[in-house]
């Protein structure tokens, strides 16, 4: 798998806020969800009024032999795993968006749950990992707060 995060939702891992939205002055760490449900009639989310300026990409590899409706199901499983880590997500500013190919010529046979289980597990690790390894550190964010 591999994803670009640049989310306009929060970033968590295992419960804990690792990377999101601050305040206008880059001093305080505020809930991107509260944000949102906050909006007033105009829907328009601070920094987002030019259009779609944040999004979460992500490819997902595999050597399943699924065919193209399978590997849909697996892109829906695996959105499972995006929100589990980014929250909100898919919202009308950010262009998150998930693809899916089976690839190889050594096909394997799988069972569609397991492989769609494990890549929202994979996906999540991968946001977070993403996150991580990021050129701004944990403490760096952190000091914004």
């Known amino acids: 798998m591999a994803v670009v995060v640049n989310a306009m939702g929060d970033v968590y891992e295992n419960g804990k806020k690792i990377s999101g939205l601050l305040t206008e002055d880059r001093k305080c760490s505020v809930s991107a969800e509260d944000a949102v449900m906050s ?3 105009s829907g328009v989310f601070p920094g987002a009024a030019s259009g779609t300026t944040n999004t979460t990409l992500a490819a997902i590899f595999t050597n399943a032999d699924l065919d193209l409706p ?3 199901k697996v892109i829906a499983m695996a959105a499972c795993g995006m929100s589990r880590a980014i929250r909100p997500v898919f919202t009308m500013w950010d262009g998150d968006t998930i693809y899916a190919v089976s690839a190889g010529s050594d096909k394997v046979p799988a069972e569609i749950n397991a492989v769609g289980t494990l890549a929202a597990r994979v ?3 991968a946001i977070v990992d993403a996150v991580r390894s990021s050129s701004v ?3 760096e964010y952190l000091s914004n707060i």
Do not use: C, I, N, Q
Request: cysteine-free; proline content about 8%.
């Open 123 to 125: 996906m999540e690790a």
């Open 70 to 72: 399978s590997l849909k």
């Open 39 to 41: 909006l007033g009639p």
């Open 137 to 139: 550190s944990e403490s």
